[in-house]
């Protein structure tokens, strides 16, 4: 049964900082991965989807990496601003599947 | 990108009563949509899978005649909460991909439908 796991549970940083944010998965045949962020009581929203045959993705300030052997990928955010506050969900896919399964989720809290 | 509403965005109904939640790709077609479920400060769970024309997929553990889905049509699914209870009351997300789009396996998901059964 796959598991997603994100660390660190919950982050709270100054503005300007690049930060990391992990996710690791147990079960290494995944189709994708997917980031999204979710404001407080609201929807998901996608941030980037990486391929299980590619390393990276990249959107502005977002970088996404996947390392699908190791079962990990992390997200990238540079110069982190204070709209960057939200909770940051990663999830998996695995083939002839369309579902996803979530990770737990990081808590990010960007103050100016 | 594609555009998926839910309606009601939030709802409050006694016990006991049933509740409608509606999800809706706006500008694209889905022939299958899925459930989410997710309790204060934990990630989403899927409940189910829904399939246009034919019965819904459920995960395990989620009660079929509890919560009903239909999918009547390509860019309508909707979530039925049959006799709520309290414990029912929890933010309902769904998610549709774009069964001709170019955005690849990218999944698209609704705002949330907060239900509070008193």
């Known amino acids: 049964k796959q598991e997603v796991t994100q660390i660190p549970a919950a982050l709270s940083v100054p503005e300007g900082e690049n930060l990391v944010l992990n996710c690791s998965f147990t079960d290494s045949a995944i189709y994708n991965l997917q980031w999204f962020r979710q404001d407080p009581g609201k929807g998901l929203t996608s941030l980037l989807l990486i391929q299980s045959s590619q390393r990276e993705q990249t959107s502005g300030r977002l970088n996404a990496s996947l390392d699908k052997s190791s079962g990990r990928s992390t997200l990238y955010i540079a110069a982190s601003q204070p709209g960057d506050s939200a909770t940051y969900l990663c999830a998996v896919s695995h083939y002839n599947t369309d579902k996803l399964i979530f990770g737990t989720g990081t808590r990010l809290q960007v103050f100016p | 990108g594609a555009v998926v509403s839910q309606h009601p965005s939030w709802v409050i109904c006694k016990s006991g009563t049933s509740v409608k939640i509606e999800c809706r790709s706006l500008d694209f077609q889905a022939t299958t949509m899925f459930w989410y479920r997710q309790f204060p400060k934990q990630s989403l769970m899927l409940m189910a899978t829904?399939?246009?024309?034919?019965?819904?997929?459920?995960e395990q553990g989620v009660e079929k005649d509890k919560f009903l889905i239909n999918h009547a049509s390509l860019t309508l699914s909707t979530l039925t909460v049959t006799s709520a209870h309290p414990e029912d009351s929890s933010f309902y997300i769904c998610?549709?991909?774009?069964?001709?789009?170019?955005?690849?396996?990218?999944?698209?998901f609704g705002e949330g439908s907060r239900l509070t059964v008193l």
């Open positions: 998610s549709a991909r774009d069964s001709g789009g170019s955005d690849g396996e990218e999944l698209f």
């Open positions: 829904s399939n246009e024309g034919s019965k819904a997929t459920y």
